[in-house]
């Protein structure tokens, strides 16, 4: 529990140092880059994090979404909502917590065919020990942390 409060000082002060994050879009883009510029993709069929490729880019939902191959493109554009990242991109456990944080594209997990975001490995351990919980309480605050 007490690395749990650590974690969300840390995301806490990092919001606060890093207000250029904070974004008011609903989709967490980094320099125009959905993801970092990863194939979201990836994470399902690669079972790892790909980083994205220029010639495979695809504008969606008010980002650029990158891809590592034709196809993988492809089937998001087919059926985005199979691919797309919970909560715009943004921190699961930020969201959790009724704010948005940037994430490692590394630090994800896929949990009954979602793909989940976090800050970095430390903050994803942390949000991993209550795993449920924490996406309970960030599926009830995307509402509102989303229009921030």
Not at 36 to 50: Q, T
Not at 80 to 91: E, K
Request: some cysteine; overall charge positive; proline content about 3%.
């Amino acid at each position: 529990m007490k690395s749990l409060h650590l974690s969300f000082l840390i995301l806490l002060l990092a919001g606060v140092l890093h207000g250029a994050y904070a974004q008011k879009s609903e989709i967490n883009s980094q320099n125009g880059k959905a993801i970092s510029g990863y194939d979201p993709v990836g994470y399902f069929k690669l079972g790892k994090p790909v980083l994205g490729k220029a010639e495979f880019k695809a504008s969606y939902g008010g980002a650029e979404w990158y891809f590592s191959s034709k196809e993988n493109m492809d089937l998001f554009l087919k059926s985005p909502n199979d691919y797309l990242p919970q909560y715009g991109g943004y921190c699961a456990f930020g969201v959790a917590g009724g704010y948005k944080a940037k994430i490692s594209p590394e630090a994800w997990s896929i949990v009954n065919g979602k793909l989940y975001l976090n800050y970095n490995k430390s903050v994803q351990a942390d949000w991993l020990k209550e795993r449920d919980t924490m996406i309970q309480k960030a599926d009830k605050n995307w509402t509102e942390v989303k229009k921030k």
